[in-house]
């Protein structure tokens, strides 16, 4: 069965830099690509940017690019999300999703990792 | 982008039915037929309930209905159960491998 396993929890200073891991298991990982998506505390989901599982292309939303960075290893299945520049308001669970093929729709999602930004 | 457009909260009562709407530009629902749904319950990851407007997942109910009309997508949800008290957005493709979503409505089954 898919799956997407996700790292633990984090808590950073502000100004720090996190990465998140998301380990993807149970279909063809070069098949699909990964999204990013992220949930403040209380509030909506917000999409950050996609990578192919097949040749690493990237796309990132306008607000994050110059602080993100989405890469995969497919030697062990995994990708992904380092994000830089910290402050308090990016403090969130972040999810990674595995979008469908030919589509932009996420079937499959990680658990979820809680970035804690504070000083 | 901007985020799509959806009513914070929505209510009903079971066995009724509901609509939740999505309004975005014509630069993402009004120009792509890739609008999707989700499902989200509390402390959990969201659930995909409707795709490309209508299809529906191997094994959400048929009780999820999704349409679409300009620049306005809805997600209709007849025969209200418990279990669909939820959060629900709505995404939109956007161009240029770019995706949005709506703001997110509470739904409460009263």
């Known amino acids: 069965q898919v799956q997407l396993v996700q790292s633990a929890a984090e808590v950073k200073k502000p100004g720090a830099s996190v990465k998140v891991s998301c380990k993807a298991s149970g279909y063809t990982f070069t098949n699909y690509g990964i999204n990013w998506v992220r949930q403040a505390p209380g509030q909506g989901l917000e999409w950050m940017g996609w990578?192919?599982?097949?040749?690493?292309?990237?796309n990132y939303a306008q607000k994050f690019q110059g602080r993100v960075t989405m890469t995969t290893d497919t030697s062990t299945n995994t990708a992904y999300l380092e994000l830089g520049s910290l402050r308090s308001d990016d403090t969130a669970l972040y999810y990674c999703?595995?979008?469908?093929?030919?589509?932009?729709?996420?079937?499959?999602w990680g658990q979820g990792t809680l970035v804690t930004v504070s000083s | 982008q901007s985020a799509l457009t959806q009513p914070a909260s929505v209510s009903g009562s079971l066995g009724q039915s509901i609509t939740i709407s999505c309004t975005g530009t014509?630069?993402?629902?009004?120009?792509?037929?890739?609008v999707s749904w989700y499902q989200q319950h509390p402390g959990k990851a969201p659930k995909l309930m409707i795709y490309?407007?209508?299809e529906r997942p191997s094994g959400v109910p048929d009780r999820f209905f999704g349409s679409k009309s300009g620049n306005t997508a809805s997600l209709t949800v007849s025969g209200l159960q418990a279990e669909d008290e939820a959060d629900y957005y709505c995404?939109?493709?956007?161009?240029?491998?770019?995706?949005?979503f709506g703001g997110g409505t509470k739904v409460t089954v009263l």
């Open positions: 990578i192919s599982g097949y040749d690493g292309n990237t």
């Open positions: 995404s939109s493709y956007a161009g240029s491998n770019n995706l949005v």
């Open positions: 999703a595995r979008i469908t093929r030919g589509g932009w729709d996420f079937d499959y």
């Open positions: 014509s630069s993402d629902v009004g120009n792509y037929n890739l």
């Open positions: 490309e407007v209508t």
